[in-house]
């Protein structure tokens, strides 16, 4: 973060983990925090061609934090593929998780080439924007999704997981000045603008 975004930002000096011995955190949240911070799962499901792939729509899609490099994200994106985790359940027609993640990552991949004669890791930023605002919308080839709506697919399956996994990590709730999980200590001071003397801040 340049100093200029730092001095911007509302919660630039909060650290949430500047909390780890306090009694916001007991030792239950203390190892699931630890396993959080430290865990890189091996790639088991997408191919390394694939896993390319998902890193360079990461990189576009997702907030930067350093600690939180896109192929991170990626291969979290990947274990939970590989165990075959979601919310339980998926809008009418579209294919299992596995099938989805597949199918959405390839389609990506052609829509890229079709429009830039190119792969898709290997455009340009903004040729990569161009390509996944495109997909957002539904401006797509519609043979290349085979069955996938590649608007759902956009927003439900990308934007939502990149997104829950980002903001499970600290980096990105001292982005947001979130005090991290309300057990034990719990949150007391819910009206609108309070907050409890132990919560960040903002700047300003």
């Given at each position: ?12 000096d909060y650290d ?137 697919f956009f927003t ?49």
């Open positions: 973060m340049t100093s200029e975004k730092k001095a911007l930002a509302p919660y630039a949430v983990l500047a909390k780890w011995e306090t009694p916001s955190f007991d030792d239950v949240t203390r190892g699931v925090l630890s396993q959080r911070l430290s865990d890189v799962p091996e790639r088991r499901f997408f191919s390394q061609e694939e896993l390319a792939l998902l890193t360079a729509v990461v990189e576009r899609l997702a907030p930067f934090f350093s600690a939180l490099p896109a192929s991170l994200i990626a291969l979290w994106i990947d274990d939970c593929v590989e165990r075959n985790l979601g919310e339980g359940f998926r809008n009418e027609g579209a294919p299992p998780l596995r099938e989805s993640w597949r199918n959405g990552l390839t389609a990506i991949d052609g829509e890229a080439r079709g429009r830039f004669s190119s792969s898709f890791a290997a455009l340009k930023p903004e040729e990569r924007d161009l390509t996944l605002r495109a997909i957002q919308s539904g401006k797509v080839d519609a043979a290349l999704w085979r069955g996938l709506d590649p608007a759902s439900d399956t990308l934007l939502k997981t990149i997104a829950g996994l980002v903001y499970a990590h600290p980096s990105a709730w001292n982005d947001i000045g979130f005090g991290g999980p309300a057990s034990p200590r719990g949150y007391v001071r819910l009206g609108f603008d309070e907050r409890d003397p132990w919560e960040a801040k903002a700047r300003g």
